[in-house]
């Protein structure tokens, strides 16, 4: 029942979000049927937040090899062309590549965005809590943040969200603003990646699955509303 009720404040906001369990087995079966894809030897990669409550999202955990992990605070790829290029290395032979990414937001029954009751806490926390924290701070126009080696990521993070601060602050919903400029970052620097590092595959596909995770309770399903489904034919970039 709760999770029906769940459901329906997610669907509000995210009218197209599919709940964890539905979207693995939706987009593996567009992997093996669709693109004749062995699954078996496909190994993962993600590029999520490295939030611990990122990890049960899905169960393509269950289903394919690794993951290989390329995201830090707020998703974005902080492994760069080595780490790509690791992965691209780490691919069964005769296998194939699969790369899931995209910033993560809670949400609570009420429909706030941006928070979440966390397990064992009788508060709500902020999620994606970095991405708030970067919230919080652009809200001052005089804010720029200082790239050091101690708070590097968050610096980095904010960095990249420097260019979407107007569009962020002028939307009815903030938290949900800066989750979206965040997937356009991270979606922008996957595709850089791939194209850039193409060379290091010795595998014709790389399929890519990208979308904005969506935390509910701990305990219930959470969702996923993708963007972006491609499997992209390395050959052709």
Request: net charge negative; proline share 4%.
């Amino acid at each position: 029942m709760l999770q029906r009720k769940f459901e329906k404040i997610v669907l509000q906001e995210y009218p197209n979000a599919r709940d964890a369990k539905d979207t693995s087995i939706h987009f593996l079966g567009k992997m093996q049927i669709d693109h004749k894809i062995d699954v078996s030897k496909v190994l993962m990669a993600t590029s999520v937040c490295s939030d611990d409550i990122n990890v049960p999202s899905t169960t393509f955990f269950n289903v394919l090899f690794g993951p290989f992990v390329m995201g830090g605070l707020g998703g974005l790829p902080f492994v760069g062309k080595t780490g790509m290029t690791a992965f691209s290395h780490h691919i069964p032979d005769e296998g194939s590549a699969f790369i899931f990414y995209g910033p993560h937001i809670g949400i609570t029954l009420d429909g706030e965005l941006g928070k979440m009751y966390r397990p064992r806490m009788e508060e709500t926390g902020s999620s994606c809590g970095a991405l708030m924290l970067a919230l919080s701070r652009l809200k001052d126009n005089k804010y720029k943040p200082v790239i050091n080696d101690d708070d590097y990521q968050q610096m980095k993070l904010e960095e990249s969200l420097l260019p979407y601060r107007e569009e962020i602050l002028s939307s009815n919903n903030q938290a949900k603003a800066i989750t979206e400029a965040t997937y356009k970052i991270i979606d922008k620097k996957i595709h850089e990646y791939i194209k850039d590092c193409k060379d290091e595959f010795h595998v014709d596909k790389v399929t890519l699955l990208g979308g904005i995770i969506i935390n509910t309770d701990y305990g219930l399903d959470d969702y996923f509303d993708a963007k972006n489904f491609e499997v992209i034919d390395l050959k052709s970039l």
